[in-house]
């Protein structure tokens, strides 16, 4: 593995980091969720990458929340709601398909660039997933590659979920309209299963780490002000929405200042909470209207 220096060499690099952070999971005795492959997919690249990071570990606890809010609704759609095709843009260097409890005959689809899954195939060649598992090669910015894509796969399915896990915050809000509706034209995806930050987040988030982020050619730039409304007149509705704050408390992977915000809210009930829906950031599930 090469060196990453003080920094992210591509956004592509993004996956070794969360990946890191799932190792640093599955490695605690009271873990959420158990990924065995996570710290060799992560490599070299993923741990200097958190250490790269300003408040890297400690920011660790958002991304562990996600990704169990994901296995959650994802698990809980399969069996309850007859999804049977799992479509997941951006895939990364994810694992769901070895590790959650799936059918085996539920059909899991990775879309992403050619580089991060031969890299991915290569480290799992030896590993067999629980259920049928595709990898689609395909840069998502190119519009008639994607809606091929997504066409073709609709004709497999008459219940699908897609998943865009960590994606849509590097998109620009026409790109993420653009994506909605090539989605709802595909009509066997019934659910969208992604994650929203608010505005207040994002500026925080480019403040800590946008310097990296944009060396890695990206920047954080999706967090509407309306929340999933803004998705609204584009087909789709919010079915559920899981705040990362509230659910790292019942996951008990609690952000670095909790203590300090459950002080603030004693005191200052009212407007302690009025503030904090400025942050309302989580784990949203779509459903076409």
Same mark, same amino acid.
Not at 73 to 85: A, K, N
């Given at each position: 593995?090469?060196?990453?220096?003080?920094?992210?060499?591509?956004?592509?690099?993004?996956?070794?980091?969360?990946?890191?952070?799932?190792?640093?999971?599955?490695? &605690?005795?009271?873990?959420?969720? /158990?990924?065995?492959? %996570? =710290? $060799?997919?992560?490599?070299? +690249? *993923?741990?200097? !990458?958190?250490?790269?990071?300003?408040?890297?570990?400690?920011?660790?606890?958002?991304?562990?929340?996600?990704?169990?809010?994901?296995?959650?609704?994802?698990?809980?759609?399969?069996?309850?709601?007859?999804?049977?095709?799992?479509?997941?843009?951006?895939?990364?260097?994810?694992?769901?398909?070895?590790?959650?409890?799936?059918?085996?005959?539920?059909?899991?689809?990775?879309?992403?660039?050619?580089?991060?899954?031969?890299?991915?195939?290569?480290?799992?060649?030896?590993?067999?997933?629980?259920?049928?598992?595709?990898?689609?090669?395909?840069?998502? &910015?190119?519009?008639?590659?994607? /809606?091929?894509?997504? %066409? =073709? $796969?609709?004709?497999?399915? +008459? *219940?699908?979920? !897609?998943?865009?896990?960590?994606?849509?915050?590097?998109?620009?809000?026409?790109?993420?309209?653009?994506?909605?509706?090539?989605?709802?034209?595909?009509?066997?995806?019934?659910?969208?299963?992604?994650?929203?930050?608010?505005?207040?987040?994002?500026?925080?988030?480019?403040?800590?780490?946008?310097?990296?982020?944009?060396?890695?050619?990206?920047?954080?730039?999706?967090?509407?002000?309306?929340?999933?409304?803004?998705?609204?007149?584009?087909?789709?509705?919010?079915?559920?929405?899981?705040?990362?704050?509230?659910?790292?408390?019942?996951?008990?992977?609690?952000?670095?200042?909790?203590?300090?915000?459950?002080?603030?809210?004693?005191?200052?009930?009212? +407007?302690?909470?009025?503030?904090?829906?400025?942050?309302?950031?989580?784990?949203?599930?779509?459903?076409?209207?």
């Amino acid at each position: 593995m090469s060196d990453f220096g003080s920094g992210l060499r591509s956004i592509s690099d993004t996956a070794h980091w969360v990946a890191y952070y799932r190792a640093m999971e599955s490695e &605690r005795p009271d873990a959420l969720f /158990r990924d065995p492959y %996570a =710290r $060799l997919l992560a490599g070299e +690249r *993923g741990e200097r !990458a958190v250490k790269s990071l300003r408040r890297g570990k400690s920011s660790a606890w958002s991304m562990i929340v996600r990704t169990a809010l994901f296995d959650e609704i994802i698990v809980r759609c399969v069996q309850q709601e007859s999804v049977g095709l799992v479509l997941n843009l951006a895939a990364g260097l994810d694992t769901r398909p070895y590790r959650l409890p799936l059918p085996a005959s539920l059909e899991w689809v990775e879309a992403d660039l050619p580089a991060i899954l031969s890299y991915k195939r290569e480290i799992l060649k030896n590993e067999k997933p629980v259920c049928k598992l595709d990898r689609v090669e395909i840069d998502l &910015r190119e519009n008639d590659a994607r /809606r091929r894509l997504f %066409a =073709r $796969l609709a004709e497999r399915s +008459r *219940g699908a979920l !897609a998943m865009t896990e960590g994606l849509l915050v590097y998109l620009d809000p026409e790109d993420v309209r653009g994506l909605a509706r090539d989605l709802h034209e595909a009509q066997s995806f019934r659910f969208w299963l992604t994650d929203l930050a608010s505005p207040k987040v994002i500026r925080i988030m480019n403040r800590s780490w946008g310097r990296q982020i944009r060396a890695a050619g990206a920047a954080f730039r999706f967090a509407p002000a309306q929340g999933s409304e803004f998705f609204r007149p584009l087909g789709w509705r919010e079915a559920e929405f899981r705040d990362f704050l509230a659910e790292s408390r019942r996951l008990n992977r609690l952000m670095p200042m909790d203590r300090l915000l459950r002080f603030w809210e004693k005191v200052m009930p009212r +407007r302690t909470a009025t503030r904090m829906r400025e942050w309302r950031s989580g784990a949203v599930l779509l459903e076409r209207t």
